[in-house]
């Protein structure tokens, strides 16, 4: 995998009235947002952009100051572990207007996830994430149904815990602009067709989080054949906003058995949130080795006032 723009040189960009360091000459301080695809195109690391000519980009007003909409993601890598975990445990850490996802009565699905933006709007950083998967705002309670359709049609729903992230801009992106717990710590992703590794730093320097697995066998697909959502949900000054991020797969794998992976929990904030979520199994391990994605900017949406 080639690596990310080696280059000690920053520049200042202002973001909402915080000031962040980006690469000299990478991509968001060139394009600020709106990218030549044509250039984009050349880059050996990107397999193709047709996936974003289809997405023209809107300017908006954001916490963040004007900004276009919405960021992409040429080269992507991403880990997936989904576990079972008591429903009274996600309940305990998910705000009264949403409620989990059910695979069975009495069991919610959560999530440990890794990502590794080689190349993106703004620059190259690292990802890492506890999630829990909940019902879609306003649904009812057709719980297993909505399980069924989001699994087979790959559009989830979830509410974050953790979103460490490994540089400033997304930082502040996620957090301000987005409504995202997300900090600034060191974290590595490696991801190849063999191995998918991982680490997350915690205020110490020590593990907050790991992972080590042998790479499912990978299946490549057409661009566009096979994209997939997730609606996260955030407050933003108190109010609900839902962001939706597209994923054009382009070598994916999964397995369901745990054989060789080691996931490690060390002391953090992602070790402490993945504990009180009090998972049981992993009973899915998902692994792009390519990829892209579109996340836009959250929007507005209304959330049912339920009562746990």
């Known amino acids: 995998m080639p690596s990310p723009r080696n280059s000690n040189d920053t520049v200042k960009v202002d973001l909402g009235g915080r000031e962040v360091l980006v690469p000299e000459g990478g991509l968001y301080d060139r394009f600020r947002m709106a990218p030549d695809l044509d250039e984009i195109a050349r880059d050996p690391r990107v397999s193709g952009v047709d996936f974003f000519r289809r997405q023209p980009k809107t300017r908006v007003?954001?916490?963040?100051?004007?900004?276009?909409?919405?960021?992409?993601?040429?080269?992507?890598?991403?880990?997936?572990?989904?576990?079972?975990?008591?429903?009274?445990?996600?309940?305990?850490?998910?705000?009264?207007?949403?409620?989990?996802?059910?695979?069975?009565?009495?069991?919610?699905?959560?999530?440990?996830?890794?990502?590794?933006?080689?190349?993106?709007?703004?620059?190259?950083?690292?990802?890492?994430?506890?999630?829990?998967?909940?019902?879609?705002?306003?649904?009812?309670?057709?719980?297993?149904?909505?399980?069924?359709?989001?699994?087979?049609?790959?559009?989830?729903?979830?509410?974050?815990?953790?979103?460490?992230?490994?540089?400033?801009?997304?930082q502040v992106r996620g957090h301000d602009g987005y409504g995202f717990p997300k900090w600034v710590t060191g974290l590595d992703v490696g991801i190849d067709d063999r191995r998918t590794t991982a680490r997350v730093a915690d205020d110490a320097g020590g593990v907050d989080l790991a992972l080590s697995a042998p790479t499912p066998p990978q299946r490549a697909y057409r661009s566009g054949e096979r994209v997939g959502s997730l609606t996260s949900y955030t407050t933003i000054d108190g109010a609900w906003h839902a962001t939706l991020n597209q994923t054009n797969v382009l070598n994916a794998g999964t397995i369901r058995a745990t054989r060789g992976i080691a996931l490690q929990l060390g002391e953090g904030r992602m070790s402490d949130d993945l504990r009180s979520l009090r998972p049981k199994r992993t009973i899915q391990f998902d692994v792009m080795t390519e990829g892209q994605a579109a996340l836009h900017m959250p929007v507005p949406t209304s959330v049912d006032s339920r009562v746990k």
């Open 61 to 170: 007003d954001s916490p963040i100051g004007p900004t276009l909409t919405p960021n992409f993601y040429y080269t992507i890598s991403t880990a997936r572990l989904t576990m079972l975990a008591p429903s009274r445990a996600i309940r305990a850490r998910l705000p009264r207007e949403l409620a989990p996802l059910e695979a069975a009565p009495g069991l919610g699905l959560v999530s440990v996830m890794f990502f590794r933006y080689d190349v993106c709007d703004i620059d190259f950083y690292t990802e890492a994430a506890v999630g829990i998967a909940v019902r879609p705002a306003r649904h009812g309670k057709l719980g297993f149904l909505d399980l069924v359709t989001g699994l087979k049609n790959e559009h989830l729903h979830s509410y974050v815990l953790s979103l460490p992230v490994s540089s400033q801009i997304a």
